[in-house]
């Protein structure tokens, strides 16, 4: 399937490969990122039960490079109780799998949760980020203003923005601030010209590199579930866009993700 990444090694940064529904072969699923250079993976909550099966799942599997993100999508906003809120902050504390906070934000899109609901959520959880000196994953769709002014007033200085989706403005702005822009599948649509735009302009040392897997699946394999070893098409379509080799935006990407998210 992905043949010459001998020595190229991938960082999957937002991967979701404990839903059990979605992945019953996670042994595959794993062997196939493992001959696709994907040797490192993050794992990213959404809700309080999915967190901790993302703590587990990281855990389990010692002899592989998978790490934890534990939080609460803006889609379950009303989860986060000061009970939930206070068995992250004790999980971020004693487990060193756990290495952000996220994935949460605001997604007014959906609009699953009421605004207010979504709004306190990200606050309370971008604190908790802060507070731990963790990164925290962020999802947004359709509130980018709203979002940079509260990642802003909260003064986050780790942040790693999940499928990037705004304009090139909002882009600007964040990597000023020192953001991390994620990039996915939804790089390799042929409509997405104005994010390629964005991923060729973005600082080198704030470039992150998911799947959001099974979610987002790149170009090539569209209509199929997503997973890790399809990186290798963003990473492709990244390289193009900035001029430059596959083997350099593997290591780059690689290299940002072990910085911001701390990955022995």
């Not at 986060?80 to 994935?103: M, N």
């Not at 909260?154 to 990037?164: A, P, Y």
């Not at 209509?223 to 593997?250: S, W």
Request: one cysteine or more.
């Amino acid at each position: 399937m992905f043949a010459n990444m001998d020595c190229v090694m991938f960082t999957d940064s937002h991967s979701h490969i404990q839903f059990a529904k979605e992945f019953p072969d996670t042994v595959e699923i794993i062997r196939r990122a493992e001959a696709a250079g994907v040797t490192r993976q993050v794992i990213v909550g959404c809700t309080p039960k999915d967190s901790r099966i993302a703590l587990e799942f990281a855990k389990k599997h010692k002899s592989s490079g998978f790490w934890a993100s534990i939080g609460v999508h803006p889609h379950d906003a009303n989860l986060l109780t000061d009970e939930v809120l206070s068995d992250f902050r004790e999980l971020a504390k004693k487990e060193k799998k756990v290495v952000a906070i996220g994935e949460v934000g605001l997604d007014y899109y959906r609009n699953f949760q009421p605004k207010e609901t979504q709004i306190k959520a990200f606050r309370r959880q971008l604190k908790l980020a802060r507070d731990l000196g963790l990164a925290a994953v962020i999802h947004v769709r359709d509130a980018w203003d709203e979002a940079i002014e509260i990642m802003g007033e909260e003064g986050n200085e780790k942040v790693v923005l999940h499928c990037f989706s705004g304009n090139f403005s909002q882009a600007q702005i964040c990597w000023k601030k020192g953001y991390y822009l994620a990039f996915n599948g939804t790089l390799t649509y042929p409509k997405n010209h104005g994010l390629r735009e964005i991923a060729s302009a973005v600082p080198e040392e704030l470039i992150l590199i998911e799947t959001d897997c099974p979610y987002l699946t790149p170009q090539p394999y569209r209509g199929q579930r997503n997973e890790p070893a399809y990186i290798v098409e963003t990473a492709k379509e990244l390289a193009e866009v900035r001029g430059v080799g596959l083997a350099e935006i593997a290591k780059l990407t690689t290299d940002n993700a072990v910085r911001i998210f701390g990955l022995e």
